[in-house]
Nanobody, 123 residues
Framework: QVQLQESGPGLVKPSQTLSLTCTVS??????????WHWIRQAPGKGLEWIGF???????HYNPSLKSRTSISRDTSKYQFTLQVSSVTPEDTAVYYC???????????????WGQGTQVTVSS
């Protein structure tokens, strides 16, 4: 059974960098055919796909966030990390990591999710 767990600060100040880590258990982030996604949901809004890192370490981002977003990984720790720079209150959301069976920004391909972590951007 694959499990994912997000961790990181729950409060970030405007203009700073948001950094979250997803720890994976029960599966390898280098396994073929899987993509490791970050998704968020702002208050009162739908899911917004942020990006993914694939089994080879290649990344792909939502164009609307690409200039401020970076996803990396530490295979020895079974972790992948999200960084969003220059945050504003509009980045306040519940952030999720998820395993995808495909590389599309589609909830249908995300088969395992973390429980989500609230991040608030406020001074």
């Amino acid at each position: 059974q694959v499990q994912l767990q997000e961790s990181g600060p729950g409060l970030v100040k405007p203009s700073q960098t948001l950094s979250l880590t997803c720890t994976v258990s029960g599966g390898s982030i280098t396994a073929n055919y899987y993509y490791w996604h970050w998704i968020r949901q702002a208050p009162g809004k739908g899911l917004e796909w942020i990006g993914f890192i694939d089994n080879s370490g290649s990344t792909h981002y939502n164009p609307s966030l690409k200039s401020r977003t970076s996803i990396s990984r530490d295979t020895s720790k079974y972790q992948f990390t999200l960084q969003v720079s220059s945050v504003t209150p509009e980045d306040t959301a519940v952030y999720y990591c998820a395993r995808g069976t495909g590389n599309s920004a589609d909830v249908a391909v995300w088969d395992y999710w973390g429980q989500g972590t609230q991040v608030t951007v406020s001074s």
